[in-house]
């Protein structure tokens, strides 16, 4: 559980505390309590030297509240255009949704392992996603979307609880029409949903993939994923190629304080993005 | 000994060694060797740490007490960052690390051993805390070499004792009329030169010192065919054959239930393990909001915040956090840092309130397993 980590160029390796000063460019109210927030660097040597690849994450530093740990939802290629989409939970998430246009935060990042789309050429992707785990996906979307034709057929499967906590639903028809098959479920849905009802593992039934081809990328909450293993078992998927972006509660993102322990790994450094094949262990032991 | 306290503060050197304080043997600020527990030993078991005097004992012939190392190069709290607020921008005050170096008489191969696992920590990922490494760059160790084991110490199970053949500066061996002195590092040698009333010894003193180590090492490596005397402590050993596998094939064992009912989550064995290694930041403001001071604490694994997450938390129970806690120790942290994070200090043991024993926990286990 000790892959190579690669320090990004926008932090130092011997002072991993030191921050750098966003200004929010931009907010976007996504559903009731989640928004998205454009950053720009104050500094523009910084920004010129931020890159990360999708599935990584900034932690998110407001002084006198605290930090949080924000996966990067915007498009890779695009680093300068930075966007994290946030719901408003904690104290630090909670704080951060009182904030304006202009307002400074401080960052440091980006940290963790990234979905390793780039292996993916010629392969067919199912993403399969629930509710907020869509965000830390998005960057994905977009590198298949800018480079679409290295990729086989494509499957996004979504789902939310109900037809207003779906996100980025302005981009849904630009996804389809790059190709993209786009299935969008919600748990419960209301007088105007006109769509699937049901939860995202139920989704697989309707695709026609070719195990030895078909690399999973699932992100949301833990059962849901549990369930869409099972559904990517069942269609004899390796686990070897189903990706998981785990959640744990990380403090540092350095592997220095020890809260986000998942047997082996932390998931801050080793992750969040790992196969199966390396959570199979753990992923069923209760409380672990 | 007086000697070498007054050259390392003649070098600069904040020196720290053992000392009798509320009934246990502690680090604190040495200024005499008065200060020293000179003929006091301490007896060791679950859940009890007594001292005694006994007439023929030394300067150092305690074992370990509830301080290790880890308080000075990761200390139970401290600032890693000041801000202040100028002008609608945080501006960051540069870290200071202007306090004088260490010199810490006392730690043992176990010590030892644990500073080099928390150097894997913090200094040896892809990432290094700059408090750290200033304070371990600093840091002057004078080791002792153990000539008696506390029934809790199972440094020999755990290959980290008791002898300490690397990882110091000097290396104490209390002989019953003097001290020999090994030389471990260039300016530990330096030190020792300038040690007032300090000559070489013959070469039969070299050899008293190592006899005395390989002694204790054989009556350690004893204990798994000799039984405690009546009415004494057991004598500790882990047996460490495929114990990264033994525990993580048994993640719903009972036995973590039973160990549950009685540990009290209190998070002690953390405090005193030289090796553990959690901690939390906070943030400490004053009234304006505009003087903000980022700092770390230790935390614990038996704490719920611990694996707090905003849909909820993930280890709920005491079993959960007890297994957590061994199963890294002893297995996980192999595949973290290439070593067990146990040094069989044996420190858990002692300072646990009801005595709950790591060894007899994973003997339970490996008798149980399926």
Not at chain 1, 253 to 278: I, N, R, W
Not at chain 2, 42 to 54: C, I, S
Not at chain 2, 285 to 299: A, F, G, I, K, P
Request: hydrophobic share 40%.
């Amino acid at each position: 559980m000790k892959p190579n980590i690669q320090v990004a160029a926008t932090v130092d390796a011997a002072n991993p505390w030191a921050t750098h000063a966003v200004r929010i460019r931009a907010i976007e109210q996504e559903v009731s309590d989640v928004a998205s927030y454009e950053l720009e660097f104050e500094d523009s040597a910084v920004a010129e030297r931020f890159h990360f690849v999708p599935g990584q994450f900034n932690m998110l530093y407001l002084p006198g509240i605290g930090e949080s740990a924000i996966s990067i939802s915007s498009d890779p290629d695009v680093p300068q255009r930075l966007l994290h989409t946030v719901r408003a939970v904690g104290s630090v998430t909670r704080a951060l949704a009182r904030k304006q246009i202009g307002d400074q935060l401080l960052l440091r990042g980006p940290f963790g392992s990234a979905w390793p789309v780039d292996l993916f050429r010629g392969q067919d992707i199912v993403i399969a996603a629930g509710g907020l785990g869509l965000a830390p996906v998005r960057p994905v979307i977009h590198y298949i979307m800018n480079r679409r034709g290295e990729f086989g057929k494509v499957w996004l499967l979504y789902g939310a609880r109900s037809p207003d906590d779906l996100l980025y639903t302005s981009q849904y028809d630009c996804w389809r029409e790059t190709d993209i098959e786009t299935h969008i479920t919600v748990d419960l849905g209301d007088n105007q949903w006109k769509g699937n009802i049901g939860v995202v593992p139920s989704l697989f039934e309707r695709l026609q993939l070719d195990a030895s081809l078909t690399r999973v990328l699932t992100c949301g909450p833990e059962i849901m994923m549990r369930f869409v293993i099972a559904e990517c078992l069942a269609q004899k998927i390796d686990p070897k190629h189903i990706f998981v972006s785990m959640e744990r509660n990380m403090n540092c993102a350095l592997g220095f304080c020890g809260h986000c322990q998942l047997g082996p790994a932390f998931v801050c450094k080793d992750g969040p993005v790992f196969t199966y094949e390396q959570m199979e262990p753990y992923l069923n032991v209760e409380d672990f | 000994m007086q000697g070498l306290i007054d050259a390392l503060k003649e070098d600069g050197y904040r020196v720290i060694g053992p000392q009798v304080a509320d009934g246990a043997v502690v680090y604190d600020e040495l200024e005499s060797l008065e200060q020293l527990p000179l003929g006091v030993i301490d007896e060791q078991d679950g859940g009890v740490y007594r001292l005694a005097r006994r007439q023929d004992a030394g300067y150092f012939d305690h074992v370990v007490g509830p301080h290790s190392l880890k308080r000075y190069l990761f200390p139970p709290q401290e600032t890693l960052q000041q801000l202040q607020l100028k002008d609608g921008g945080w501006r960051v005050e540069p870290q200071q690390f202007d306090e004088p170096p260490l010199a810490v008489i006392g730690p043992r191969s176990c010590d030892l051993h644990a500073m080099a696992i928390q150097d894997r920590v913090f200094l040896e990922g892809p990432y290094v805390d700059p408090g750290y490494r200033a304070r371990r760059e600093g840091l002057f160790v004078v080791s002792v070499q153990c000539r008696r084991a506390a029934a809790t110490c199972f440094c020999h199970s755990m290959k980290t004792g008791p002898r300490a053949d690397h990882g110091f500066d000097l290396a104490l061996s209390e002989l019953d009329d003097c001290f020999a002195i090994e030389v471990g590092s260039e300016r530990g040698g330096r030190i020792l030169a300038a040690v007032d009333g300090w000559k070489p010894g013959a070469p039969t003193i070299v050899d008293r010192a190592n006899d005395q180590s390989s002694q204790l090492e054989r009556s350690m490596e004893q204990r798994s065919t000799t039984e405690a005397a009546p009415g004494a402590p057991k004598l500790r050993q882990l047996d460490t054959q495929d114990l990264r596998d033994l525990l993580l094939n048994n993640l719903d064992h009972p036995r973590w239930e039973q160990v549950a009912d009685r540990c009290l989550a209190c998070a002690n064995c953390t405090m005193v393990c030289p090796t553990c290694f959690c901690s939390s930041v906070s943030e400490v403001s004053d009234l304006t909001n505009e003087h903000v001071r980022r700092e770390r604490t230790w935390t614990s694994c038996f704490t719920a915040e611990h694996s707090f997450l905003t849909s909820g938390v993930v280890r709920n129970s005491t079993a959960a956090r007890y297994r957590q806690w061994l199963t890294h120790k002893l297995s996980t942290w192999i595949d973290q840092f290439d070593s067990s994070g146990c040094v069989g200090c044996g420190r858990c043991i002692t300072w646990c309130p009801v005595g709950i024993d790591l060894t007899e926990e994973v003997a339970a286990i490996r008798e149980t397993t399926k």
